[in-house]
């Protein structure tokens, strides 16, 4: 069995044989969940100087929301819609690890080349969740895309009603 790092290394470098690992290992999920908190912090570090050094905590929460949210959706979708076949932890495992290339967010400080460090790493853990989902559902790249877009929209708009519906709130308190 492979380490924390050496997991995340093999996700990041899109090891279809990591994403077998992490899935089959029923205790890698809190692995997965490691992970997914030092890429939120490593992200939170990137983006210092854009967002001053508060909100890291809430990053790490909106991060661990965020995971439980899209791994339940691509389920969701994979096994009802797809037919894939998986289980709650296994999505929870290999879409944790495909978060794994986002450690380098931290990188995102650098001036003038951190939003292009930051878009890099967008499409390579898209890609990465791609590989999470299809070796988890244990089904076609296709119906992988498939579920990952439809999941990727319900999430954008669970997250702008989340959004609207506290910003709403809190501007209804300023009058």
Same mark, same amino acid.
């Given at each position: ?59 790490v929460i909106a991060a661990?929301? =965020? &995971?439980?949210?899209?791994?339940? !959706? *691509? ?5 009802? @819609?797809? /037919? #894939? ?15 794994s290339p986002g450690v ?46 439809? =999941? &990727?929209?319900?999430?954008?708009? !669970? *997250? ?5 519906? @506290?910003? /709403? #709130? ?6």
């Open positions: 069995m492979a380490s924390l790092t050496e997991r995340m290394i093999g996700a990041a470098m899109l090891n279809v044989a990591t994403y077998e690992e992490v899935e089959a290992d029923q205790t890698a999920t809190s692995q997965a969940a490691i992970v997914v908190a030092i890429v939120a912090v490593a992200g939170a570090i990137g983006n210092y100087f854009r967002h001053g050094g508060r909100g890291i905590i809430g990053a661990f929301l =965020g &995971w439980l949210l899209w791994a339940g !959706i *691509t389920y969701f979708i994979g096994t009802r @819609l797809f /037919g #894939g076949t998986a289980t709650m932890g296994e999505m929870l495992r290999t879409l944790g690890f495909a978060q380098i967010a931290i990188l995102g400080i650098i001036p003038f080349l951190g939003w292009l460090i930051m878009v890099v790493i967008a499409i390579w853990q898209l890609v990465a969740g791609i590989i999470a989902i299809r070796q988890a559902l244990d089904f076609t790249t296709g119906k992988a895309i498939l579920t990952a877009l439809i =999941g &990727w929209v319900i999430v954008w708009i !669970i *997250t702008a009603v989340l959004f609207a519906s @506290l910003l /709403g #709130g809190a501007m209804a308190g300023v009058r």
